[in-house]
């Protein structure tokens, strides 16, 4: 039984930064080749980032990018390592096609694709079969399918190779290679996160391998793009369904296993519409094995917390901004998304203001200035009841519209300070109050990024106890003041307001939006589950309000499998009625 030692890159790419993407995956492929790799893999478009959108209708990115896959192959030639097979994750073309003049775009050109690099060259290119079109994935409007499947012959096995949801679909490629006698199959993944990806991810991974009868080997990306976040967590499992292999979750890895195989059946009879290439000579395995490297498992929202810091660390350092700017109101929302930012960038990057209107507490102030001191970020007061007085006497405004002009006058002294400083602006709002509008458009909505974006109130709550008892295990000062977690929510715009002034309980708030949002259940299909009517009702109509703001809202995390943006695209203009609400 042959011992084959594969090197998984687990790589948090830049979209479009081919130089900087290719220089880190040859430092990878540099250390894998010293700890005597014979082949190494990469993630999913790899060499560009994930997900490149319509830089894949662009016929010099694609050139650009066909040109480094190239000098990728010369520079492992060069630097003595040809002889490293290399899978490397990469849009290709352009390719010729009908011109089509109704076309409402120009009609995609590029593959989705993953090259084999040998002796100086690419010996062979296959690209993706099943391009989802469906949630957070817009793939059919940017490549055209592959339809050849691919056997790799490297040191006496055969490996196949499928990209990410080559392997989710029973038909096209897995159909095509199963019940070949493959060694192993090589899986490159650009695999999103959202909360119990693990429930469905590994299972399927391990019953295609048991299907299969194959040790497969499944590497993703890590990082965050945009609203995505990326969280590694690549994995090899055997035909017996054993994971042997687990990379970081959320974190770079190079991940090198030695796999024991079976020998290539050479007079195996090749499938239809594949192409078999056989690469001569290459490394012999190394005579002494490596010990099985497995990560410790995280907790739920331990989890959920690393991916909210990956994503604010790497929409802040991959857009270049020196810092985050944000307002600290002493509430849960705020002290939350600045101990996400202290864990991301570290506490020296992060400036909270503190804006105190004529209606702020003293202890809202207080809890303000003590989340400053426990993080030990930069901290500033700067009231707002002399900005707001001049648009009170003029306008002689009261109630909601009074209420809005101190969030308005919030939203437009941190931008002031984020055109002065160049520190980006954090929102702190949450799915629950995104969701039913219960924020000021301009105001307190003002931001570049939303860490928060796709958390629930409840959740908030639950992430900032664990933050706490996570900072207290570890014999470090808990981030958030306990008075921020343990009093009720508060806009503080008016004298004695509270959320509930204006919403339902939030525990009752966010299993009705969960329902709405994240299951896709109607009216009567929320209110048969035990809910009162009207109550639904009113939450269904205050969701559909509130289009029109979210669409202005800024990026941030997805952590589920519905998060308001990609996932969920309403009309903002329609009039639907009764049980036909949109939701």
């Known amino acids: 039984m042959p011992r084959l030692r594969l090197a998984m890159a687990q790589t948090n790419p830049i979209v479009g930064d081919l130089q900087g993407n290719s220089e880190r995956l040859l430092e990878l492929a540099t250390s894998a080749y010293s700890h005597g790799a014979q082949v190494f ?73 993953a090259s084999v690099l040998y002796q100086g060259r690419v010996q062979a290119t296959y690209a993706k079969h099943h391009l ?14 592959g339809n050849q499947s691919l056997i790799v012959r490297v040191a006496g096995v055969d490996l196949g190779i499928l990209i990410c949801e080559d392997l989710w679909r029973s038909n096209g490629p897995v159909a095509a290679l199963t019940g070949y006698p ?49 969280d ?14 687990t990379g970081a ?19 195996a009879t090749v499938p239809p519409e594949t192409t078999r290439v056989a690469l001569e000579g290459g490394r012999a395995a190394p005579k002494t094995s490596l010990e099985a490297r497995r990560h410790e498992q995280l907790e739920d929202l331990a989890v959920i917390w690393k991916a909210l810091v990956t994503g604010t660390r790497d929409y802040v350092t991959k857009n270049g901004f020196p810092g985050v700017l944000l307002g600290l109101s002493g509430g849960i ?63 002689g405004l009261t109630g909601l519209a009074a209420e809005n002009v101190q969030a308005r006058a919030r939203g437009v002294l941190l931008m002031a300070l984020s055109n002065s400083e160049g520190h980006l602006v954090l929102t702190t709002g949450n799915k629950s109050e995104l969701a039913v509008g219960y924020s000021t458009i301009y105001g307190d909505a003002v931001g570049g990024y939303a860490p928060l974006k796709d958390v629930p109130k409840t959740m908030v709550w639950a992430l900032a106890r664990w933050r706490n008892e996570d900072a207290a295990g570890r014999g470090e000062t808990a981030p958030i003041p306990p008075n921020s977690i343990d ?46 009517k009207g109550l639904v009702g009113d939450i269904v109509a205050m969701v559909g ?39």
């Open 41 to 113: 893999m990469t993630g999913e478009l790899a060499l560009t980032g994930y997900p490149i959108e319509d830089l894949a209708l662009r016929d010099n990115f694609l050139a650009s990018a066909t040109r480094h896959v190239a000098e990728f192959a010369r520079l492992l030639e060069v630097a003595g390592m040809g002889e490293l097979v290399v899978v490397l994750g990469h849009p290709d073309g352009p390719h010729p096609v009908a011109s089509d003049p109704t076309a409402p775009h120009q009609p995609a050109r590029a593959h989705n694709a």
């Open 132 to 145: 989802p079109n469906y949630a957070v994935f817009d793939e059919f409007r940017t490549f055209v399918p």
């Open 182 to 230: 493959l060694s192993a199959l090589l899986v490159p993944n650009a695999s999103p996160f959202e909360r119990d990806k693990d429930l469905v991810r590994a299972p399927l991974v391990t019953t295609r391998a048991r299907e299969m009868n194959t040790t497969i080997c499944y590497v993703n990306l890590v990082g965050g793009q945009d609203d995505l976040v990326f």
């Open 232 to 245: 590694g967590d690549s994995m090899v499992i055997t035909p017996a369904g054993e994971r042997i292999a």
């Open 249 to 267: 979750r959320f974190d770079e890895d190079l991940i090198v296993v030695d796999l024991d195989l079976a020998n290539s059946v050479r007079e």
């Open 333 to 395: 929302d705020s002290a939350v998304c600045a101990a996400i930012a202290a864990d991301a960038l570290g506490p020296d990057r992060v400036h909270g203001v503190s804006m105190p209107s004529v209606h702020s507490s003293s202890h809202s102030q207080d809890d303000a200035s003590d989340l400053a001191q426990r993080i030990g970020l930069h901290y500033r007061v700067e009231p707002i009841a002399d900005l707001v007085a001049p648009f009170d006497r003029q306008l």
């Open 487 to 532: 009093k009720p929510p508060s806009a503080e715009l008016r004298p004695g307001q509270t959320d509930q002034d204006s919403l339902p309980d939030y525990e009752v708030l966010d299993e009705i939006l969960d329902l709405l949002i994240v299951e896709g259940l109607d009216e009567p299909q929320i209110v048969a589950r035990g809910f009162q």
């Open 545 to 583: 309000r509130a289009e029109w703001k979210r669409r202005q809202g800024a990026p941030g995390p997805r952590i589920s499998s519905v998060a308001f943006g990609r996932d969920r695209r309403l009309p903002v203009t329609q009039k639907i009625t009764g049980t036909d609400r949109p939701h």
